[in-house]
């Protein structure tokens, strides 16, 4: 093999790595999408602003010179309560409208978000206060930092979580037997009210979770959540929506695919790629790479 | 004066959009969530013409030109797209045809010879508010007359109950297709016409947020009702001038304005303010019960 041809996979393998890094953050917004939808079949357009509004709270406890810890979970906490409020004001009183106005609603809500967050916090991109040191180790010629390790093993810790949560607690078992069938579930004596708005504080404080980590690596500004929102719902879709396993798989997916594509080839085609791959997924397996192909009933 | 001009000539290209999509979402039922793709197609393809292919004859002429090809490359662009997509249902062709949209738009920002990321500049302008509320005319009433027609009522069944509508012998991927192809070259139209009526295109002004805009405006004046399309559309292009007139302090919240209004009409009166009836359409409807009577 001559000299460039190495070069050549080294390169692959750095972008594979730097997309495993990327899709991970993927993952964590996808969770959100997929499990709200898999219990009231609600396309989540304000997901990404949930993740916004974490990114802030996380800002702004690190402006406050509070450790990164903290941070986190003021992140989480602040996404998990913008949420819990949206959905007691807002998609409850829809829910039994129909789908296309939940859909409407959802729309109006994100937007809502994004243009008073632009005048509240200001449009300008802010960079999040630098907490721990980043560390780069070489394998060869590739480069891993120790922040892109810490998010791919918190992913799979919260995967693990989630697969914990969602077999072995009450609430977890009761979450399940909504995603199945929301009427039946309440006539077994479930407040399935209650366990929406359960689904709506987890999926938005991985979104939190998620925001904090994009912030501190890129910077944090009221339009974030729209691009990576939509990026993360079409993870959530490639791998199948209302399946938990199916969202991590997408969103890994698409950030390897990202990260191939713009760098071997254009980075401003990493948008189109994600479209793309949505795009072929829908023709050839609507409900997804995970998801069963159901029949519409009569 | 020139201000108010391009106020009235903007309303006027936004009523063919909504009606255009109206026609899609209201009365076939299909949720296409892609519309400004459909413009931005119509809008590029008739600047081509504008820009290198125009003819040496009469502006009226060439327009005229231009907005046949703007109609027949938008509509091209929703065959393509249709075929696909209108096998799915619901949120899934919605997610589909947002998809379709942004690739679009992604391809014309890397096209360099409709100016790429910078814009395509120096379209020739052969278009004026005449021209643009003359196309508007048109469009109603063949909206109108599409409403009352055989093909009009069987893709209106086909929102009503896609099954029921089969078994009356409705073909209804035929159905659907056309009437979204129809409606994306109206889009296209409308594209033609802010081609060459601002003289200046730029690929983002085609993206997500304005089908969200254009939906909105049907969903505001009741989907499948044309007299409500008209209104949204004249309600929602004139409420951020008029806070504009009331003041800068105002004006800078109307994007957030604009959002709680959409969330609200859906939490009070989900289907739109006219629903899916028209201004006159009771009144008519009853001479003829009378007329069948005696």
């Known amino acids: ?120 916090f200001g449009a300008d991109p802010k960079t999040v206060r630098p907490v721990f040191t980043e560390v780069v180790y070489n394998f060869g010629e590739v480069n891993v930092s120790n922040i892109q390790i810490f998010i791919f093993f918190l992913t799979i810790f919260i995967l693990i979580f989630l697969w914990w949560l969602t077999h072995y607690t009450r609430i977890g078992v009761a979450m399940r037997a909504a995603s199945y069938n929301l009427k039946a579930a309440e006539l077994m004596g479930i407040n399935t009210n209650r366990i929406i708005a359960f689904t709506f504080f987890l999926g938005a404080s991985l979104a939190g979770l998620a925001g904090i980590l994009m912030g501190y690596t890129m910077s944090v500004e009221p ?51 994600s479209f793309f791959i949505l795009i072929i997924i829908l023709l050839v397996r609507p409900g997804g790479i995970l998801g069963k192909n159901s029949k519409e009933k009569v | ?174 159905f659907k297709l056309f009437s979204f192809i129809i409606g994306a070259g109206i889009a296209g139209i409308a594209g033609a016409l802010v081609a060459h009526d601002q003289q200046f295109l730029h690929p983002n002004n085609f993206n997500f947020m304005w089908s969200v805009c254009i939906l909105v405006m049907v969903i505001l004046g009741g989907q499948g009702s044309v007299s409500g399309s008209i209104v949204g559309a004249i309600i929602l292009t004139l409420l951020p001038e008029i806070l504009k007139l009331i003041g800068s302090d105002i004006s800078v919240w109307r994007m957030s304005i604009y959002s709680a209004l959409m969330i609200i009409l859906m939490l009070t009166r989900p289907q739109g303010i006219f629903g899916p009836h028209e201004i006159f359409e009771k009144k008519r409807f009853a001479k003829k019960l009378q007329k069948g009577a005696a």
């Open chain 1, 1 to 120: 093999m001559s000299q460039d041809t190495i070069y050549f996979f080294w390169d692959c393998l750095q972008y594979l790595i730097n997309g495993i890094a990327q899709g991970s953050l993927y993952a964590m917004v996808a969770l959100g999408y997929t499990m709200v939808y898999g219990i009231i079949r609600l396309v989540n357009f304000a997901h990404g602003e949930f993740l916004m509004m974490g990114a802030f709270c996380g800002y702004f406890a690190l402006k406050f010179n509070l450790p990164m810890p903290v941070a986190i979970i003021a992140s989480m906490l602040g996404a998990g309560i913008v949420a819990l409020i949206v959905e007691r004001l807002i998609y409850r009183p829809i829910r039994g409208e129909g789908r296309i106005p939940a859909l409407i609603t959802a729309i109006g809500a994100s937007m809502f978000f994004q243009y008073t967050g632009q005048l509240v």
């Open chain 1, 223 to 273: 339009m974030m959540g729209l691009s990576l929102g939509l990026k993360a719902f079409v993870a959530a879709v490639v791998g199948g929506i209302g399946i938990i396993p199916g969202a991590a798989l997408g969103g890994y997916i698409i950030g390897i695919a990202e990260n191939m594509v713009s760098g071997l080839y254009k980075s401003s085609w990493r948008d189109g790629v």
């Open chain 2, 1 to 174: 004066m020139d201000y108010y001009l391009q106020i009235i000539s903007n309303i006027g290209i936004f009523i063919t959009l909504t009606l255009s999509l109206n026609l899609i979402n209201g009365y076939c039922g299909q949720f296409s969530l892609g519309h400004a793709g459909f413009w931005g197609v119509g809008a590029y393809a008739s600047a081509i013409y504008g820009v290198y292919f125009a003819l040496p004859v009469d502006p009226m002429i060439n327009m005229l030109i231009s907005i046949s090809v703007g109609f027949s490359a938008a509509a091209l662009c929703g065959l393509l797209i249709g075929v696909p997509c209108l096998r799915l249902k619901g949120d899934y062709l919605a997610i589909a045809t947002i998809g379709f949209s942004e690739i679009l738009r992604i391809i014309i920002m890397h096209t360099e010879s409709v100016g790429g990321p910078r814009g395509f500049t120096n379209i020739p302008k052969w278009t004026n508010s005449f021209w643009v509320w003359g196309i508007v005319i048109l469009t109603t009433i063949f909206m109108l007359n599409l409403k009352r027609s055989a093909f009009g009522r069987a893709i209106i069944s086909i929102r009503e109950d896609e099954v029921a509508s089969e078994t009356m012998g409705i073909n209804l991927f035929r």
